[in-house]
């Protein structure tokens, strides 16, 4: 029997019914997250991103528009909350997990899964990456569809390949991964079918996706393409070639060791999963982003997330290797070996929510940092000394934004002191006010571009504490001119 062929993949709700204990587990770990998502305070990119929302564009400065079109949908139908903001997120883990139990064998592996640091904690957090893992598993499950089409001998029609192209271009509203997955359609057309059966068909998917992506072009013709030399010379920062033993522990960490364990078992059995339609196409979308980001990495700087769409088609691909490998004592043993480090992560993350640990110093302490950030604001919110008529500046686009969701909508971020961001596309002169404040640290020197105030009085003093321990006093400063 050929390996997928007795599943499909799309009758994922009838199936899921049938497993009560996977679904318990999924409805406990929605429960979970959105706990989570009212709990943990607000990361600065998540804050950047909710004020994209409040400012509509045909694209930003650091991604595609789809992300602030999903936020400003949630925070219109749940309440301009933090919690609203993360919703998406949520609820995509819902749907993936879901997609990956209908695509899956058996739910053994996705257990595991389901408590790595990436699925606990990454679906809380709202990130561009949230969007695009959606229409990179819809487009995943559309070239399923095509294939079993090619393979029933059926030539795809053309309403067929525009639903492809929907897909592709609303991915690519969402984030330049996106560009990655027609690529490996071409490779996987190209290596399996002749091209007259499907070239008319490709063309006009990648067209009809170029066409939704109007807005973003536009968008960076308006800005002199800054946008995307500013992602592009991001992707090209060089490294030394052990960049990518770095890069391998930050995958493990995030979602254990089974993917690059088992890819010598994917090679060795790389026939046998060509035989199901399913099977095949999970391969090429598995195999074909990990050469590349790997390779990727060897050479050039990589986020620890940007390789994250190259794992969704190897969830289903192992499940294969557990179905077919005997000793289940065994079996389970090596699952649970590839999963330790992540698990023991997922673990001292747990413990360290509810009592800080020790061993994790203070400025390594991300999530006492954002709890910290989260009190000042609120400090400064509170305060009725600070005249909200005023022009606020800050330094960074992470301040800014937390600025703006605090309630300080009238906040700029200054040009030419952090890096650029959609704050800085546009003109905010500072010197074009007769009166400023500006946020600094306590006695900071003014940057040049202030140097058009002459009178400066100090506003209100802010310590930044971080686990009982002072690690900086921040300042807002009215700036006048005589």
Not at 133 to 139: D, G, K, N, R, T
Not at 185 to 203: A, D, E, N, Q, Y
Not at 215 to 244: A, K
Request: glycine share 4%; proline share 6%.
């Amino acid at each position: 029997m050929k390996w997928g062929q007795h599943e499909s993949l799309f009758s994922l709700w009838t199936t899921a019914r049938d497993n009560r204990a996977y679904w318990l587990v999924l409805a406990f770990a929605l429960i979970v997250h959105i706990l989570l998502a009212g709990f943990l305070p607000a990361a600065e990119d998540e804050l950047y991103y909710w004020s994209w929302s409040k400012n509509p564009s045909l694209s930003y400065f650091d991604h595609p528009p789809m992300i602030a079109w999903w936020i400003f949908i949630a925070t219109r139908l749940f309440g301009d909350s933090l919690l609203a903001v993360r919703l998406p997120g949520v609820f995509l883990h819902l749907f993936l997990f879901l997609w990956m139990m209908q695509a899956s064998k058996n739910r053994i592996i996705l257990y595991f899964l389901l408590l790595t640091p990436l699925s606990i904690f990454g679906a809380v957090f709202m990130t561009p990456d949230i969007p695009l893992i959606f229409f990179w598993v819809l487009y995943l499950i559309w070239v399923i569809r095509l294939e079993e089409l090619f393979s029933e001998k059926e030539r795809p029609r053309l309403r067929t390949w525009a639903e492809g192209g929907l897909i592709l271009g609303l991915g690519l509203l969402s984030k330049y991964t996106m560009a990655l997955a027609p690529m490996v359609l071409g490779i996987f057309l190209v290596s399996t079918r002749s091209i007259k059966k499907w070239g008319v068909g490709f063309l006009g998917h990648l067209l009809l996706a170029l066409v939704l992506f109007t807005p973003v072009i536009w968008f960076n013709i308006q800005h002199n393409y800054e946008p995307l030399l500013f992602q592009w010379n991001h992707t090209r920062i060089p490294v030394s070639p052990n960049f990518i033993f770095t890069y391998l522990a930050g995958q493990i960490a995030l979602l254990g060791a089974l993917p690059f364990l088992l890819t010598p078992w994917i090679a060795i059995n790389f026939r046998e999963l060509l035989s199901g339609y399913q099977t095949r196409v999970l391969t090429f979308f598995f195999l074909i982003p990990l050469v590349f980001f790997l390779f990727k990495s060897s050479h050039s700087y990589l986020e620890m997330n940007w390789g994250l769409v190259t794992y969704l088609s190897f969830w289903p691909l192992a499940s294969h290797f557990y179905a077919q490998s005997r000793g289940p004592a065994r079996k389970l043993g090596f699952i649970g070996f590839a999963f330790t480090v992540p698990l023991l992560i997922s673990l001292v993350l747990t413990i360290h929510l509810f009592s800080p640990i020790q061993f994790i110093k203070p400025h390594q302490d991300r999530l006492a940092k954002m709890s910290a950030y989260s009190s000042l604001f609120k400090a400064i919110s509170a305060n009725a000394i600070l005249p909200k008529d005023i022009p606020i500046y800050t330094p960074t686009y992470q301040w800014t934004s937390y600025f703006q969701f605090f309630g300080f909508r009238n906040t700029r971020q200054l040009k030419n002191v952090g890096r650029a961001s959609h704050f800085t596309l546009f003109p905010n002169d500072p010197c074009l006010n007769s009166q400023i404040i500006w946020f600094r640290i306590k006695n900071e020197p003014l940057p040049q571009d202030l140097s058009c105030f002459s009178k400066l009085r100090s506003l209100i003093e802010l310590p930044l504490i971080l686990r009982e321990n002072q690690l900086a006093v921040w300042e807002l400063v009215e700036l006048s001119k005589l």
